[in-house]
Nanobody
């Protein structure tokens, strides 16, 4: 069973940057779809970016041009570099892992393993 641990969250001002990290236990991390999601209280969890088994990233519209997802298979690590942060980016950010083979989607139910989350707050 893979376990995920996120880190790197914090409080920043609009326009600043943060890089989130997710470390996975176990092996084979690079052979699965993984991604970053976020959630604010009272709202559904939403995708930010995913990266498939070929290393191909896909971003939601809110992340395009500002965020970069990357994976280091040798370290079993997933990263999310976030630039030009805005107050609407404030959320709990989660790393997620999909065990079954299949398309790498933005749908949270497709992911069966989640980290505990790391909080990002963007305010002036």
């Amino acid at each position: 069973q893979v376990q995920l641990v996120e880190s790197g969250g914090g409080s920043v001002q609009p326009g600043e940057s943060l890089t989130l990290s997710c470390t996975a236990s176990g092996s084979g991390f690079s052979r699965h779809c993984v991604g970053w999601f976020r959630q604010v209280p009272g709202k559904e969890r939403e995708a930010v970016a995913v990266i498939d088994t070929n290393g191909r990233p896909t971003y939601t519209d809110s992340a395009k041009g500002r965020f970069t997802i990357s994976r280091d298979g040798s370290k079993n690590a997933l990263y999310l570099e976030m630039n030009k942060l805005q107050p609407e980016d404030t959320a709990m950010y989660y790393c997620a892992y999909r065990t079954p083979e299949g398309p790498c989607t933005f749908d949270p139910p497709d992911f069966d393993t989640w980290g505990q989350g790391t909080e990002v707050t963007v305010s002036a």
